[in-house]
């Protein structure tokens, strides 16, 4: 069962800051928002998802999405980006964790969050004992 809950929009956010860059005038970096980490880039074109729109800044019809995972019953999971398919595995796994949805365009490098929500079962759970996996030793 999915049951996506307390979903929480930055549209608003993400306006306001698109109209803040687009007003004349404006400091060059000053609060430069087209500043993901290469590490982010990084992930976004392993693992992100394509967003279906255009990047707001430059246009570029890469622009990706990507799901963090974040919660006191993930444990050591805590953190890491996951899949709209793993996310339905865990959804039935653990009780609560939020969702962190950011958009990131790996031409630009223009980042955002764009959305978070909840998931889980509502039933409390243990955070799984920690175990050396895959992303700890190629990160
Ligand atoms: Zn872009």
Known sequence: MWSQRQEVSYA??????LEALRRPGRALNED??????????KSALHHGRLAGQECPICASDRLMLLDYVFGDQLGQYSGR?????????????????????VEVCPDCRWNHMTRSFVLGDGRKRRA????????????
């Open 128 to 139: 799984p004992r920690r175990e050396e996996t895959v992303e700890d030793i190629y990160g």
């Open 32 to 41: 430069d928002p087209c500043d993901a980490e290469p590490i982010l880039v």
């Open 12 to 17: 608003l956010q993400r306006r306001a800051k």
């Open 81 to 101: 980006i996951r899949s709209p398919e793993e996310l339905e595995e865990m959804q039935d796994s653990f009780g609560e964790f939020t969702v962190r949805e």
